[in-house]
């Protein structure tokens, strides 16, 4: 498996993308050891309304009741180097996509940004949902999809 580099973009940065960013570093670290450090694996958001801010804490809780410790990140914005800087930006929905895309004319930009569960689920275009204004189950969820798209990504790089 080639050195890689993955940035996970939400709205905020606080609730999904963090858990992506998290749950993907573990998955990769059970499959290629400490070759997992050849890697660079980041999370943003494309608003700043967060920045600096740990994850929210239910994405904490729910990541840690999986043993994903995801206390130590930041929220940051999303930049447009971050183009440059990584091969693959996956957008947790269509939103984020449309917001992302419009920083860019890039064709070669705009073929890094996919949807995450896209791997999971080709051509539906299914989102992970934003757990921010809902209940538990919502970020139990988020864990979920994400973990199986972690999974997934993997395989298809690997
Ligand atoms: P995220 O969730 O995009 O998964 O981090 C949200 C966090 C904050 C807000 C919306 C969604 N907000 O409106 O502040």
Same mark, same amino acid.
């Given at each position: ?17 963090? @858990? ?6 573990? &998955?990769? @670290? #059970?499959?290629? *050891?400490?070759?997992? &450090? ?7 958001? !494309?608003?700043?309304?967060?920045? *600096?801010?740990?994850?929210? #804490?239910?994405? #904490? &809780?729910?990541? /840690?009741?999986? *043993? ?21 930006? /996956?957008?947790? +929905? ?9 920083? !860019? ?12 569960? +896209? ?15 809902? *209940? ?9 999809? /994400?973990?199986?798209?972690?999974? +997934?990504?993997? +395989? #298809?790089?690997?």
């Amino acid at each position: 498996m080639n050195p890689r580099s993955v940035l996970f973009v939400c709205l905020g940065n606080i609730c999904r993308s963090p @858990v992506a960013e998290g749950v993907f570093r573990r &998955a990769l @670290v #059970q499959r290629v *050891g400490s070759d997992a &450090a050849l890697w660079t694996i980041d999370s943003a958001g !494309t608003s700043d309304y967060h920045a *600096g801010e740990a994850p929210d #804490q239910r994405s #904490q &809780a729910s990541a /840690l009741r999986h *043993g994903v410790d995801i206390s130590t990140l930041a929220s940051r914005p999303f930049r447009p180097e971050d183009f440059e800087k990584f091969d693959h930006i /996956l957008v947790m +929905d269509s939103s984020n996509h449309v917001n992302v895309s419009r920083l !860019t004319e890039n064709p070669s930009h705009l073929a890094k940004v996919r949807l995450v569960l +896209d791997v999971s689920f080709p051509g539906e275009n299914k989102p992970v949902p934003d757990p921010y204004y809902g *209940g538990e189950h919502g970020f139990e969820q988020v864990f979920q999809l /994400l973990a199986q798209a972690s999974e +997934d990504w993997l +395989d #298809q790089w690997a």
